[in-house]
């Protein structure tokens, strides 16, 4: 996965779309969101850091 050779640092939530998550922000986080029909295809938003 790019994120990690990227920013070793962050820890990476995988969510699928449509689901609650707490809000915040946090630097060392990044949720990357997918179609929960498709598990295994490609990643709905660019995941950014926060």
Do not use: C, H, K
Not at 15 to 26: F, H, L, M, R
Request: glycine share 10%; net charge negative.
């Amino acid at each position: 996965m790019q994120i990690n050779s990227d920013r070793p640092d962050v820890a990476i939530e995988v969510v699928q779309d449509g689901t609650n998550v707490a809000p915040g922000y946090n630097a060392y986080s990044v949720r990357v969101y997918f179609d929960a029909g498709n598990a295994s295809g490609p990643v709905l938003y660019t995941p950014v850091v926060g």
